[in-house]
């Protein structure tokens, strides 16, 4: 069946460090990829997404690529901020579903 | 509307009473979702209807829950008899189109259901 292993957090960063957030999906078919993120008190949105093998999405300094020998979709930003703080979850999607990760917790620290 | 709206935003019921949840999606989109998010847990797969289609519910969890959308747009889930495990965040979602064809799904704001 379909689903997804995310890199268990917390994560805690120093301000300005390089981050990456694995994330490996099994899936039927050719998924799409997308990584969501809620910041504190807010609800999901989406950060960035990529629709076929190879392309690479980004936003906001992040950069995801849809990796599909590896089936891979790893979340990689270069210098993080206080403001990236939340929680990111990766979604590949096929059928009928969204199959979200447990979410990886992201603190940054000035 | 501008995004996906859910009421209420917060609930507090008695373990064994019903609640209903409302989720209005965003204008024109065919696709609805419902989801659940237990504290430090990730987002559990609950149901999806798909313009006139049979719902899947494959995620719903026990008969208690059921959930309905009513002229392609409104949807309500219903939790019958609630139980203290049923204490989430219950989040909707709603794409212009199914997930297969790589639409983005837009949450609401979500529902904080505490039974107690």
């Known amino acids: 069946g379909n689903s997804v292993t995310q890199m268990e957090g917390p994560v805690t960063l120093s301000e300005e460090a390089f981050l990456t957030i694995n994330c490996t999906y099994t899936?039927?078919?050719?998924?799409?990829l997308f990584w969501y993120v809620q910041y504190p008190g807010e609800g999901l949105q989406l950060l960035l997404k990529?629709?076929?093998?190879?392309d690479k999405g980004s936003n906001k300094g992040f950069e995801a690529t849809y990796r599909k020998e590896t089936t891979s979709f790893h979340l990689e930003k270069g210098s993080v901020q206080v403001s990236d703080s939340a929680v990111y979850f990766c979604?590949?999607?096929?059928?009928?579903?969204?199959?979200f990760g447990t979410g990886t917790s992201l603190t940054v620290i000035p | 509307g501008a995004g996906v709206s859910q009421s209420p935003s917060n609930k507090v019921t008695e373990k064994g009473k019903d609640v209903e949840l409302r989720c209005d999606p965003i204008?024109?989109?065919?696709?609805l979702y419902w989801y659940r998010q237990s504290l430090g847990q990730g987002l559990e797969f609950l149901i999806y209807?798909?313009?006139?289609?049979?719902?899947?519910k494959s995620g719903l969890p026990s008969d208690r829950f059921s959930a309905e959308r009513t002229g392609g747009s409104v949807s309500t889930l219903t939790i019958q008899r609630t139980q203290q495990e049923d204490s989430a965040v219950y989040l909707c979602?709603?794409?212009?189109?199914?997930?297969?064809?790589?639409?983005?799904?837009?949450f609401g704001e979500g529902s904080w259901l505490t039974v107690v």
């Open positions: 979602a709603s794409s212009l189109q199914g997930p297969h064809s790589g639409n983005t799904i837009y």
């Open positions: 899936a039927t078919g050719y998924p799409s």
């Open positions: 990529a629709t076929k093998a190879d």
């Open positions: 979604a590949p999607n096929t059928g009928n579903q969204f199959y």
């Open positions: 204008s024109g989109h065919t696709a």
């Open positions: 209807f798909q313009g006139n289609s049979a719902p899947d």
